[in-house]
């Protein structure tokens, strides 16, 4: 007799089967073409109306002549752009730096020789930028 | 406990279940101590802290383009970065960032071939190795893959796919989206980013009574129970913060994975072009991993398995286990049974 479940416990699980029995119905009931249909036409009403409240916003936001979400947003476009082109030039300049370190080290005892040469290139190219922002300045 | 016992409880169960619920907000979750080695875009490079790094090979986690990657390290004794760390790996992290609108033309073109790509590149460039192991969760498997079969001069040498969707006829997603009524134009065209918080209604509908209900009633039960507020709190709150933190989802990749992995079934059937060139799955010559969980709904196990017979790797190792799309891998007890398995076959295939 003390193995018998109290009656909380009996209630408690009448609970927990009826859950069970409502989830696995509420499954089927996604499950079935009438709500994927359902689905599909309350988003495109959802978008529908989302759509019409963007428009209104941003012209009365340009109207006001302030910059509207999809001025910020094309900005904020370009500057991704703009930054990818830096990565890929980051990545060139790092190769190229990677390159010239494998060949230095290949090169050993001729490396003092590719050291002071381009040494020379970098002094180079330090006195072409001196002389850019030189006449920038100016 | 009977009854009576109940009642007189309930008002002290009551404020702790609304506390807990009402401070899920900030619960900690992607504590393990990590450094920004790379940032592009919204895109971040992490290297996870370690002293003890004994494997060659490093690790890279790329997860989902919904929810964010801390699933990888949810909570102290929780957290799968943790275990690799203690296993010796040297683990890096992309974390995709939170997309907005500027981010409207970003493709999956963008993600396979190029932030993938260099995000690979600087793991290399900070660990100093020529090569590493590449584990996409979810849609970050399926990222993975891509990369992996488009790339033959890819330096992933091993390739984990964790519930990873691959061939989606017959799962319930398809049901709702390849149909003509469902236009993923007309809501790309609508957000520049898909607010994170639709799609994740979309997931927890697939399974509404126990998202939406069971997962709140447990939580009442244990508490009315007698179950230790702190321990009820550490169990609900990092998941169900995680759950709740959802970033937009491009438009352009979500236009593409919409059309191309649910209405068109592309991947699969090698119809699928990035940057020109074919995705064909047969490429992907890396050893391989596929861990596939039973009970999970988003990535239903019929969806992954076509990828062990249509890639060209030699060494292909297939988990299925019981679990959930999530559950499998970051469960109470997935550091018992699957994060050992996982590491276990990377250790032989993680010497220099």
Redesign the interface.
């Known amino acids: 007799m003390a193995d018998q479940p109290s009656q909380?416990e009996r209630v408690q699980q009448a609970l927990e089967d009826a859950?069970q029995r409502?989830?696995g119905a509420?499954?089927k009931v996604?499950?079935s073409?009438a709500f994927?249909?359902l689905?599909?036409?309350s988003?495109?009403n959802v978008?529908g109306l989302?759509?019409i409240g963007?428009d209104t916003f941003d012209l009365v936001v340009r109207n006001l002549r302030i910059a509207g979400?999809?001025d910020?947003?094309?900005?904020?476009?370009q500057?991704?752009r703009t930054?990818?082109k830096l990565?890929r030039v980051l990545?060139e300049v790092?190769s190229l730096r990677d390159e010239l370190n494998r060949e230095r080290s290949r090169n050993g005892s001729a490396g003092s020789r590719t050291k002071s040469s381009s040494n020379g290139r970098s002094s180079n190219g330090r006195k072409r930028s001196t002389s850019r922002s030189r006449s920038k300045s100016s | 406990m009977n009854v009576l016992e109940q009642v007189a409880r309930a008002p002290a169960a009551a404020t702790e279940f609304l506390n807990i619920l009402l401070t899920t907000e900030d619960a900690e979750v992607g504590t393990t101590p990590k450094d920004v080695v790379w940032t592009h875009r919204k895109t971040t490079l992490y290297r996870y802290r370690s002293t003890q790094r004994s494997q060659p090979i490093p690790v890279l986690l790329v997860f989902a383009l919904i929810n964010r990657p801390d699933i990888f390290d949810l909570s102290q004794g929780r957290s799968f970065v943790e275990y690799l760390l203690d296993e010796g790996y040297d683990v890096f992290l992309v974390d995709w960032g939170v997309p907005d609108e500027e981010d409207a033309d970003t493709g999956l073109e963008h993600f396979v071939c190029e932030a993938l790509p260099w995000a690979m590149r600087e793991v290399l460039r900070s660990s100093g190795e020529e090569e590493l192991t590449l584990l996409g969760w979810c849609i970050g498997g399926t990222l993975c893959a891509m990369h992996a079969a488009i790339e033959p001069d890819s330096p992933a040498r091993n390739l984990v796919l964790l519930t990873t969707p691959i061939d989606t006829d017959g799962g319930l997603y398809t049901k709702w989206l390849r149909r003509d009524t469902f236009d993923p134009d007309l809501v790309a065209d609508t957000y520049g980013a898909i607010p994170g918080g639709t799609i994740d209604f979309a997931n927890k509908m697939m399974k509404p009574v126990t998202n939406f209900w069971s997962t709140y009633r447990k939580l009442w039960h244990g508490i009315a129970q007698g179950q230790d507020p702190d321990k009820a709190r550490k169990a609900y709150q990092p998941m169900a913060k995680w759950v709740a933190d959802n970033p937009p989802f491009p438009a352009r990749a979500y236009r593409e994975w919409i059309t191309w992995m649910y209405k068109e079934n592309r991947l699969v059937d090698g119809r699928l072009r990035l940057n020109g060139k074919r995705v064909d799955l047969g490429d992907i010559e890396q050893s391989l991993l596929v861990v596939t969980a039973g009970a999970d709904h988003i990535a239903p196990p019929p969806g992954t398995r076509p990828l062990l017979d249509l890639v060209g790797s030699k060494d292909v190792t297939h988990f299925d286990r019981s679990g959930g799309h999530i559950g499998l891998m970051a469960g109470s007890k997935a550091r018992d049974e699957i994060w050992p398995d996982i590491a276990e076959w990377l250790e032989p295939r993680s010497d220099r």
């Open positions: 909380e859950e409502t989830a509420m499954e996604v499950q073409n994927g249909e689905l599909a036409r988003t495109e978008m989302t759509r963007f979400r999809k910020v947003a094309r900005l904020g476009t500057l991704a930054e990818d990565e990545q790092e």
